[in-house]
């Protein structure tokens, strides 16, 4: 079953969980919103669900995550003014 989330930061998820997983999905519904899309590219969502015994959580490799790592290479390489 793949869960649709959507991030502090207003991006949208897909993880692929286990539908007869109540409580992950509740954890997961609990969590995701409270992370922006940055912290869950470094590795902030899976820190938080190792600690409770799930396993694993594998984000989709879909559309919006490639486009996150585009635009964090875009803005990276883009030279900004002095002061920022």
């Not at 502090?8 to 992950?24: F, M, R, T, Y």
Request: proline share 5%.
């Amino acid at each position: 079953m793949m869960l649709k989330l959507e991030t502090h930061d207003g991006q949208k998820i897909s993880i692929d969980v286990d539908p007869g997983n109540a409580e992950l999905i509740r954890l997961l519904k609990d969590t995701v919103p409270r992370l922006s899309y940055d912290e869950i590219l470094e590795g902030e969502l899976e820190r938080k669900i190792s600690k409770t015994g799930f396993g694993q959580v594998r984000l989709s490799s879909g559309d919006d995550v490639r486009q996150l790592i585009f635009s964090l290479a875009m803005f990276n390489t883009i030279s900004k003014p002095p002061g920022f």
